[in-house]
């Protein structure tokens, strides 16, 4: 996979911007790296600033989606506890909602496709380089906070899945600005389908004004926390872990 900023820049090179070559010689240089990392936060930064935190994401009509819809990632996670929920048909699988809450939450399949559903059809911009739209069914994730009862202290939500990378459980996270978000929800549908496994059955995160990648599948928990650190290598998400992903992927 490229990195995000690699896609970046490409596109900045095409106007006029970065020259692809360049960053490439810099890219091992810890200083420049250093400038990446805060410039995410100027990013976020200002798109808080000039953006309103509920303004939308484009929807799209059914006759803009796509043919085909690629899976990202992990096409079927392949331990042994995710085939046994597999082959019941998701029976016995539980969301759990918990960390800093005043409400933990364990809810079943079926609890979470008879809460209100949001259908939404959005486009998904992978930092692979490709994109694709889709229609999308789930819940708010909101309203799984707000049964939960975040504690004052709570300032992310992270969300653990069922795959592996390694040894390691994928992961990723958000902040409560996109949590709260109106299109922000956990699908358990797709393409007025329930939800394949290579797209993230049975229930996957869509944050639809980022990157593909902040998208995470097969979720199985989320947690709120006051802070990242600590969290498999602090910085908020595997592939943010692992490469020069940045945390806030924000589109």
Known sequence: MISRRKMLASLGAGAGGLVL???????????????????????MRAQRLISDRTALAREFSP???????RSNGTAMPGTSAYQAHLASGFRDWRLRVDGLVRRPLSLSLQQIR???????????DCVEGWSAIGKW???????LLDAAGLRQEARYLVFHCADLYGTNPYYESIDLIDGFHPQTILAWGMND?????????????????QLG???????????AVATLAGIQGGKGGLWE???DYE???GI
């Open 21 to 43: 070559s360049g960053c490439d010689r810099l890219d091992g240089s810890e200083t420049f790296r250093g400038v990446l990392r805060s410039s995410e936060g100027l990013t």
């Open 63 to 69: 006759s803009d989606m796509s043919p085909v819809f």
């Open 114 to 124: 008879a809460m209100p559903v949001r259908t939404q059809i959005t486009r998904h």
């Open 137 to 143: 069914h789930g819940v708010p994730l909101k309203l």
């Open 193 to 209: 389908a329930m939800l394949p496994v290579p797209n993230g059955a049975p229930l996957r995160l869509r944050v639809e004004r």
């Open 213 to 223: 990648y902040k998208h995470a599948k097969y979720v199985e928990r989320v947690e």
């Open 241 to 243: 872990d692992n490469s």
């Open 247 to 249: 945390w806030y992927a």
